[in-house]
């Protein structure tokens, strides 16, 4: 299908009239009104019922949208992968939520390339639902995600089992900070520690509230790892007869889509996991 028509009918929906679209694009009505016809035609639906306030979808036209976005977003990823880099026989696309952007992202793709040179990689960090949506459009090859779903075809593995425990600033222990883990997180959360339920001060990024508690004072729930070095050098410390509750990590991608390659790829994921590495997430610039 041209490009140009998928193009043309998401500028419609952004503009909300065939008008205002054509004006942006820099063309006539006459030939907007063509488009939309060709794709009406290919289609075999009606995607707009036009009117004097504009163009309103319909039901069809309300569907096509998501696959239009993904035509674009498909056709877009194609020109930015192809050609190959010298040198390369193929691409690997890896993913994973932001609090896993360092160590682990870095550990994997820092060890790929070590292990996998014949390979260029390209990684995507985003929040679970964008994750596992770039999956099943075939864009990522594999992704590391805390709260995975189970959809026919999609392969999930447990790579780590980590324990999300309560720390305090040994300096300064208040005020409690809430830390967005997820829904499953705060649904026990919630039940365990009510009078914690609400906290004036709250992050959903992990790295971001360990910064501020060790910058300020303050205690919250964080992955055993990623505290075990400040807990070491006594500047933060367990708070005592607090809940606990389990964390993993999970390795996620499509059964029809795994490769010998990517096996090889999950095999240097896990030597990752299980190397003793500093999971403190501090950042060393080089200024």
């Not at 993904?70 to 992968?81: F, G, H, N, P, S």
Request: contains cysteine; proline residues 5%.
């Amino acid at each position: 299908m041209d490009l140009d028509l998928a193009r043309t009918f998401l500028e419609i929906v952004r503009c909300g009239s065939l008008v205002a679209a054509a004006d942006k694009l820099h063309v006539t009505q006459t030939a907007i009104s063509a488009r939309v016809q060709k794709l009406e035609g290919h289609l075999g639906c009606q995607l707009f019922v036009r009117n004097r306030a504009g163009a309103r979808l319909t039901a069809d036209g309300e569907a096509f949208v998501v696959y239009a976005n993904q035509l674009l977003q498909t056709w877009e990823a194609a020109r930015r992968d192809l050609p190959l880099p010298e040198g390369y026989s193929n691409l690997l696309h890896i993913g994973g939520e932001a609090s896993l952007c360092n160590p682990v992202m870095l550990s994997w793709v820092q060890a790929l390339r070590e292990q996998i040179p014949s390979h260029g990689l390209r990684t995507e960090i985003h929040d679970c639902e964008i994750l596992l949506r770039l999956l099943e459009q075939g864009r990522l090859d594999a992704a590391l995600v805390y709260e995975p779903v189970y959809w026919p075809g999609l392969q999930v593995e447990q790579v780590l089992e980590e324990k999300l425990v309560m720390i305090r600033s040994v300096a300064q222990p208040e005020p409690y900070v809430y830390i967005d883990w997820g829904d499953d997180f705060r649904r026990r959360h919630d039940a365990a520690m009510p009078d914690r339920a609400k906290a004036a001060v709250g992050f959903n990024l992990g790295p971001l509230a360990l910064q501020y508690i060790l910058e300020h004072g303050g205690s919250g729930y964080f992955r055993t790892r990623v505290v075990q070095s400040y807990l070491d050098s006594g500047v933060l410390e367990r708070v005592p007869r607090t809940p606990e509750f389990s964390y993993p990590i999970y390795l996620v991608y499509s059964r029809e889509r795994d490769t010998p390659i990517l096996q090889q790829a999950f095999a240097v994921l896990r030597e990752v996991v299980r190397g003793d590495r500093d999971w403190s997430q501090r950042w060393s610039p080089l200024i």
